[in-house]
Every structure is written in structure tokens, then in C-alpha cells.
């Protein structure tokens, strides 16, 4: 701990100096009475003042938590010595506020008696943390000398961005060769019944369609569709993010993805992620609960950097977007980058679906004329980017803070439903 | 309130009976009563202020026309007093939570001050009629008297 003095050591030492030296000078000992009590106070106060010790501890209940849970936890001090003032305040970061307790105590400990200052903290923002951050300041009981430390407790922290339950999904147009929950459009061993075709040598008796071969008077056999899973590949975009006062795209963008991962990796099928942004980090598809571990590490890191280099879809590894994924793109397609890296996504032929997270919300309107007809042009522009996706066969849904997601999986279902690519 | 009556009474008393000298010490009153004022509002330099404006106007008065005894060491102790309760009040950390120990504490600091500061002017209004028959030797105890207080504090400040 750094030791440092009030001003009122300065204050009171050059005040008694000059009463005394005053008093000297005119030859009258009661003006020396006004510098005296502050002389003798000042000593008196040096006298008494001893370095404390105290040891503060920080705990909370636990290391996660959801966008909107409360955790509970406390700091605890304790010293040898009587410490007549301590005064701590606990440096929170932004994204994690204080319901209960104050961030700020002024405390007097007794020797050996361990002080808890219980406090309640909500996690408002997705994110990765680090508490247990306090400042320290022990104080004498005259406030002449202070005692400065800083607690670093570093107790890491994750916010869990908040997950919309999904019941149901965007299914993607091809299936891989692992077993999943999918029916394949591929004929094979399964459950699901496809069709009867003509019984041929190495077909399995148990399979034979007796009712039909006695109707046909020859051997027919039932086909089923396999149960596959999938590839999903959740590309964010973080080269821009548009924000307000309480959330903002990027905030959008890494809820929809935890949703969404959660919701495809219950059904047993294999994701990843890619961040496309300054930094471009990837997850390789993979499936399981460890996965969405992972995935929700990695959006926890998401962050807009900014960059002006020119990037696209080379810059990925071939294993990050493996061949007849879908990919799910989650973007409030600002950025060129991004838009010309889903058209070159979608000429390769990769299953495409776009979620544009809408920034319209988070921007401010104007009454200018002007500034009204820039809006208009842009609001035109997107839409006619919006357009040129769909008649490409991508599916576009915009979103916004108002609509839940699966009113939004449903509108890309519709569309797919119904979508014929034109031209790439 | 409390700081705000002990500084009033402080600005009040050197003129009780200053009729010539009021135009004087009128003017110091007023800056000691308005360095209160910011000093309680948060600007801490404005404290010296108050001291000195409050010892001038004091000074003033006792050069001219002397107190009793009685008189200077109150004042001597309501200075250092007011300026006790205007740092406990200052430095306390606003929308903190703050133990009852510590605000006790506090009020028992400025009874402390209050104790210290009239004994200190009492002892030092009797020292000051002491007098010493040899001039080395009244030196003497003068320096021994410096050089102690400056090592105290030196000693103090250093660890």
C-alpha cells in the first residue's frame, strides 16, 4: 500500500510556522495560541498513526451467468490492527451493475474480526469479465494519512448472452453422412418410410413389402430415409456494429447465433461459427454439448475492430465451411465486405441464409430535407440489396429487437419453401 | 449547520466592541465566512483561505486592542474545530455506505481536536509568560523545542 498525506498536513504545519513566527516577530505570544493547536494536533496525529494491514478477499457465488441473472458475492476484509476508516470501492465493469449493496463502503474494522460487504450484481451485457477490482483506502482516525491499495482479485466472469427458445429451424438443403435427426433426401436404412421399389439380390428379407408383392406378384421392398445431420456454419459479421443506448446490432448478432447454435446443436446436427470482421476467427463444425461450450466461449470474444483492409471469403480456411453447409449469416449488411463475401458464398453454391440485423432501430432520424432523402436512398438501397439476394435464391429476413426469432426462422422457411434460384 | 455556526461565531467575535477597526476586519469576516462556504461545497484549497482570513481578522483585532485569555484560546480552538468538521464533512464519500463506527469516529476526531487545541493554546499562552533569565538558555530550549517537533514529524512523514 502507498502511503500519502492530506492536504491538511501541508495546511496545518504552514499555518503553525507562520502564527509562531508572527508572534516572534511582534513580541506577542497570544497570536502564537492560534498556530499552537494546530501544531500540536498535527503531532499528535503523526504520533498515533500506524500502517495497516488489511486483507481484503472478493468472492462471488459463481463464474456465469445469463444476460439478466443476478449473482450474489462479497468482500470481505480483515486486519490485525484496529483500521478506523477503510474505504473501498469496488470497480465494476461496464456491462455488470450493482442491484444490492453499495460499490462504495466506508468501514471501520476491529482487530481480527473479519467484515463481509455483501452485494448483489447483475450481468446486463453478454460478455467476459474480470471482478474483483477495488480500490483501497485506509484512512487514520484524524484523516491526515491515508494508505492507498488496489485488490485485484481478477475473478473471471462470463455473461451469457440471452437465448430465444427455438422450435423450429431453417432445414438445410443437403445432409451429411452421420447420423442425426434429419431425414436425408437420400434413400437408405432408416424409419421414415420413402417409397417400394423391385426387390433386387442382397436386399434384406426383413425389408420386403409382403402386402404389395402378394398385390404385384413380385418381390418389392420398402425404402426409408436415413436420419442425417447437417452442417451448420453461423458466419457473424463484425466489421461494423450499429448501436444504441441499451443494445445494438453486434448484441443482436451474438444472441441470434447463441440461439440459434443451441437450437441445431440439440438436434443433433454439426455447427460452427465464423467471425467475419477485422479479425477473422473461426470454429470448425462440430456437434455435442462441448461445442456449444465453445461457440459460446467464442462469442463471448466477438468484438468490432476497425479495418479498412479489403477482405473475403478466401481468407477462411476450407475447413470452416464445409461443403453443402448451410450457412446462416447473421449481418446488418453495412459493410461491402460482408455483402460481397455472401454473393461469393452463394455463387460457390453453399446452402445460403441471410438474417440482416436491422439497423434501421438504432439510427436517428432527422427532419432535414436532406438528411431525410439520404435516409430514404439508403433504406432504397437495402432494399434492393435485399432483392438481388433473393433472386439469387437466398433467403433475407430482417430483424429487429421487436420480433422474436422464430417469427424470422419462419419467414426464411416460407421463403425457401417457395424460392427458385434464377441466375448466380 | 454546525460548521456553519462555529464559522459565523468565528467571522462575529473579533468585532464585538471593534468599532473604529469594523471597515477592517468586516472584509476578512467575509472571506472567511465565503472560503466556508466553497470549502464545504468540495474545494478544498478554499480551506486555507478560511484559516487565514479567519487568523488575520483575529490578528487584527488582538494587535489592536487585546482579548482576554480566555477568549483567544476558544477562538484558537474553534479554528482548528471548524476546520476539522469541514474536512470530516468534505471527505466523506457521498453515496457510500458508511459504517456508524466511522461517523462516531469522526465526531470523537474533532473532540480530540477540540481538547488538543485548548490545552496546546493554554500551554502555550502560559509558556508565553514564562520568562527565562539567561537569553542562551531561553535559545536553548528553543531550539531543543524545533528540532523536536521538526523530528517528530520528519520521522513520521518518512515511515
Known amino acids: ?424 | 449547520m454546525v460548521a456553519a455556526a462555529v464559522a459565523a461565531a468565528l467571522a462575529a467575535v473579533p468585532l464585538i466592541g471593534a468599532d473604529g477597526l469594523s471597515p477592517a476586519l468586516l472584509p476578512l469576516g467575509g472571506v472567511g465566512l465565503v472560503g466556508v462556504l466553497f470549502a464545504l461545497l468540495g474545494f478544498d484549497f478554499m480551506l486555507a483561505f478560511m484559516l487565514f482570513a479567519f487568523a488575520a481578522e483575529f490578528a487584527t483585532r488582538q494587535l489592536a486592542d487585546s482579548f482576554v485569555a480566555s477568549v483567544a484560546i476558544a477562538y484558537a480552538t474553534g479554528l482548528l474545530v471548524l476546520c476539522e468538521l469541514i474536512t470530516s464533512v468534505v471527505t466523506l464519500p457521498r453515496a457510500a455506505r458508511v459504517d456508524r463506527a466511522v461517523a462516531w469516529g469522526r465526531g470523537s476526531a474533532v473532540g480530540v481536536a477540540a481538547v488538543v487545541g485548548a490545552t496546546a493554546s493554554t500551554l502555550t499562552l502560559v509558556g508565553g509568560s514564562i520568562r527565562v533569565g539567561a537569553a542562551l538558555l531561553a535559545a536553548l530550549i528553543g531550539v531543543l523545542a524545533a528540532v523536536t517537533l521538526f523530528a517528530v514529524v520528519t520521522t513520521r512523514v518518512r515511515s
Not at chain 1, 4 to 25: D, E, M, N
Open chain 1, 1 to 424: 500500500m502507498s502511503r500519502s498525506y492530506s492536504f491538511k498536513l501541508a495546511l496545518y504545519g504552514t499555518f503553525t510556522a507562520i502564527a509562531f513566527v508572527v508572534a516572534f516577530a511582534v513580541g506577542r505570544s497570544e497570536l502564537a495560541t492560534l498556530g499552537a493547536p494546530f501544531g500540536a494536533y498535527l503531532l499528535l496525529t503523526l504520533v498515533l498513526a500506524t500502517q495497516p494491514h488489511p486483507r481484503i478477499t472478493f468472492t462471488v457465488d459463481r463464474e456465469r451467468a445469463t444476460e439478466g441473472e443476478k449473482v450474489s458475492g462479497a468482500l470481505s476484509a480483515v486486519a490485525p490492527s484496529t483500521v478506523p476508516e477503510l474505504e473501498l470501492l469496488h470497480v465494476l465493469p461496464a456491462g455488470v451493475s450493482m442491484t444490492e449493496g453499495a460499490n462504495r463502503s466506508l468501514i471501520r474494522l476491529v482487530p481480527n474480526v473479519p467484515r463481509s460487504l455483501p452485494f448483489e450484481l447483475t450481468a446486463e451485457r453478454w460478455g467476459s469479465y474480470a471482478l474483483g477490482v477495488a480500490l483501497v483506502r485506509a484512512r487514520d482516525r484524524f484523516g491526515i494519512v491515508a494508505d492507498d491499495g488496489v485488490l485485484k482479485a481478477a475473478a473471471p466472469f462470463r455473461v451469457y448472452p440471452r437465448s430465444d427458445r427455438l422450435r423450429s429451424l431453417v432445414p438445410p438443403l443437403a445432409t451429411q453422412p452421420y447420423a442425426g435427426n434429419r431425414l436425408a433426401r437420400s434413400r437408405g436404412e432408416g424409419i421414415e418410410f420413402a417409397e417400394i421399389r423391385s426387390f433386387v439380390p442382397g436386399d434384406r428379407v426383413r425389408r420386403v413389402n409382403w402386402r404389395a408383392s402378394a398385390r404385384r406378384q413380385e418381390l418389392y421392398v420398402n425404402e426409408a430415409h436415413p436420419e442425417r445431420n447437417s452442417d451448420i456454419v453461423l458466419l457473424l459479421d463484425s466489421f461494423v456494429d450499429v448501436s444504441g443506448p441499451t443494445s445494438g446490432t453486434l448484441d443482436l448478432t451474438v444472441r441470434a447465433a447463441a440461439s440459434l447454435a443451441a437450437a441445431y446443436l440439440e438436434r443433433r446436427d454439426r455447427v460452427g461459427i465464423v467471425g467475419f470482421g477485422a479479425v477473422v476467427r473461426w470454429l470448425t463444425p462440430a456437434m455435442g454439448r462441448r461445442q456449444l461450450h465453445l461457440i459460446v466461449d467464442a462469442l463471448l470474444e466477438t468484438e468490432v475492430t476497425l479495418s479498412f483492409a479489403w477482405k473475403d471469403i478466401d481468407v477462411l480456411p476450407p475447413r470452416s465451411l464445409p461443403p453443402q453447409a448451410l450457412v446462416i449469416a447473421l449481418s446488418p449488411l453495412l459493410d461491402t465486405r460482408t455483402v460481397a463475401a455472401l454473393l461469393d458464398l452463394r455463387s460457390r453454391g453453399f446452402d445460403l441464409v441471410v438474417i440482416d440485423i436491422s439497423p434501421l432501430p438504432f439510427v436517428r432520424g432527422s427532419d432535414e430535407p436532406l438528411e431525410a432523402l439520404a435516409a430514404r436512398l439508403w433504406r432504397l438501397w437495402r432494399e434492393a440489396m435485399r432483392y438481388r439476394y433473393e433472386r439469387l435464391g437466398v433467403g433475407v429476413v430482417e430483424w429487429d429487437e421487436t420480433k422474436p426469432l422464430s417469427q424470422v426462422i419462419e419467414e426464411v422457411r416460407a421463403f425457401r419453401r417457395y424460392a427458385r434460384r434464377v441466375s448466380a
